[in-house]
């Protein structure tokens, strides 16, 4: 459990880290309304990058999009992939003086997940979930989601505590789960 002040950020925050003046629509929804199968992929104290892998059947790939560094922080875009299917975006905020030297070399190298590196590194974590959000996806979300159209998908804004400080802001969303005649 976090020891100090849960952080407080917004998802236009972490989009203006990189000079975007545009974010997809959205609206912050109470946790019991998310529906199946976004509940089990976002309403948890876990890292995304397991939860992923769990519910797509195997690993998932690191793409990084835009970083950003600036004093005490790190700040990336990114893409998680299965077999090349992007599963999920995410921004996220990381404070790197919170973390060991080992974990920030780790998270700099831009070749692994963070949940994965956190793991690795025995870090002692805790996931907190701040909001649930119903969005629908800007033109950037959709053509990395690989999406013809717009259509509802849900996400969340979370801060992950390493050691006991708050280390991490995230914004993540997950791809669109659809039947396969649905806007793909």
């Known amino acids: ?14 989009y203006q880290l990189f000079g975007d003046t545009t974010w997809p629509r959205y609206e912050v929804v109470p946790a019991e309304i998310v529906p199946p199968p976004y509940d089990r992929l976002l309403v948890h104290h876990e890292h995304m990058t397991v939860t992923m892998e769990a519910y797509h059947g ?27 299917r992007v599963v999920q975006f995410g921004i996220m905020r990381i404070h790197l003086g919170m973390c060991a030297a080992e974990v920030q070399q780790a998270i700099l190298r831009e070749d692994t997940p963070l949940g994965h590196i956190l793991i690795r590194h025995n ?29 509802e998908t849900y996400g969340r804004l979370a801060a992950i505590y390493c ?12 791809a669109p789960v659809l039947a396969d005649s649905e806007a793909r």
Not at 130 to 141: I, M, V
Not at 163 to 173: C, D, G, S
């Open 1 to 14: 459990m976090p020891t100090d002040k849960p952080l407080s950020f917004r998802l236009e925050e972490l």
């Open 123 to 151: 870090v002692l974590r805790y996931i907190e979930p701040l909001a649930f959000l119903r969005l629908t996806p800007d033109p950037a979300l959709c053509t990395w989601f690989g999406l013809s159209r717009p259509c």
């Open 163 to 174: 050691n006991h400080l708050p280390a991490v802001e995230l914004f993540e969303v997950s």
């Open 58 to 84: 195997g690993p998932v790939s690191l793409r990084v999009l835009a970083r950003r560094r600036q004093e005490s922080w790190y700040g990336r875009k990114i893409l998680l992939l299965r077999n090349e």
